[in-house]
């Protein structure tokens, strides 16, 4: 079980976005995230007309290290570690550190 997953609220700790909240769009191999609106890069695109791709400068998200973003707790309103625990019934869970409030139940 993964720290961070796709859809999880993350808040960046180090670099030019430091402090900005945003979704996980996609957990890469290489322990690096994509998050909506974070890490933003310009790339010259080419078009294509046979699959509708728009030539043009668009905005791309880069993707950023899993270990300069954190888990956002909306209860404290800032950046949690998270920890695994047990329940009763014996699923695996993540958990607040801060809290020991339950992420997924």
Known sequence: MQKLKKGDQVI???????????????????????????????????????????????DKDMPVNISNVALYNPETKKADRVGFKFLDDGKKVRFFKSTNEVIDA
């Open 12 to 58: 960046v700790l180090i670099g030019k976005d430091k402090g900005n909240k945003g979704k996980i769009l996609k957990v890469l191999d290489n322990a690096k995230v994509l998050i909506e609106g974070i890490n933003r890069a310009k790339k010259h695109q080419k078009g294509n007309p046979n699959s509708g791709i728009e030539g043009g400068i668009i």
